[in-house]
């Protein structure tokens, strides 16, 4: 599958220390196993000139104080606190291989983020998305991203999970509603 490098962008979702390390509060192993597939994707978009975006998840400790039901920390546990190692980018990812790094609060990288503006200021429409966890933030951006008319491409292979069966069911959702599913085999830009 042949991308303009022009006109799309590899969009890494939250493989931070958290997630990826086996110190991480919500590690998976799964999550660290994608993190080559996702550095050589960033490495292929950058050599080609197509953007690179990082997202983080990043929660300030008092987020969900007031909070009438989105609650994470109810869910999963304080995670990913901001300033936190937790929250920094796992090795060897660095922030500055990516055009831009957007902190996102929820699941969803483009819910009360730049990120839309930012690709469509840079005529983006195209997003090779990759990251962590398979069944949440990875499909909820990914989702997002087909709702507002960007096509989204899942990285079947560089996709961290908790458990394969969370991964399946995010990659066959995702084809069977808004996007489309490659390995990264099938990758490349022009």
């Not at 939250?14 to 799964?30: E, I, T």
């Not at 000139?49 to 009438?68: I, K, M, S, Y």
């Not at 195209?126 to 087909?146: H, P, R, Y």
Request: overall charge negative; some cysteine; proline content about 4%.
């Amino acid at each position: 599958m042949n991308f303009d490098a022009d006109a799309t962008a590899v969009v890494v979702v939250d493989m931070q220390n958290g997630f990826c390390h086996p110190d991480g509060s919500l590690y998976a192993p799964g999550s660290e196993d994608a993190l080559d597939p996702c550095l050589d994707l960033v490495e292929q978009a950058t050599d080609a000139g197509a953007a690179v975006v990082f997202t983080r998840d990043v929660h300030p400790p008092e987020q969900f104080e007031d909070a009438h039901y989105y609650d994470e920390f109810d869910r999963w546990g304080e995670h990913v606190i901001e300033g936190s190692w937790e929250a920094e980018l796992a090795d060897p990812l660095e922030s500055e291989m990516a055009d831009l790094v957007v902190e996102k609060h929820t699941y969803d990288a483009f819910y009360q983020t730049e990120l839309e503006g930012w690709l469509n200021a840079r005529g983006i429409d195209d997003l090779v998305i990759c990251g962590t966890l398979a069944n949440v933030c990875v499909l909820e951006t990914a989702s997002s991203a087909g709702v507002r008319d960007y096509r989204p491409v899942l990285v079947e292979d560089a996709v961290g999970c908790i458990e394969e069966s969370h991964r399946e069911y995010a990659l066959e959702h995702a084809a069977f509603l808004f996007g489309e599913v490659e390995p990264t085999s099938e990758i490349e830009f022009a």
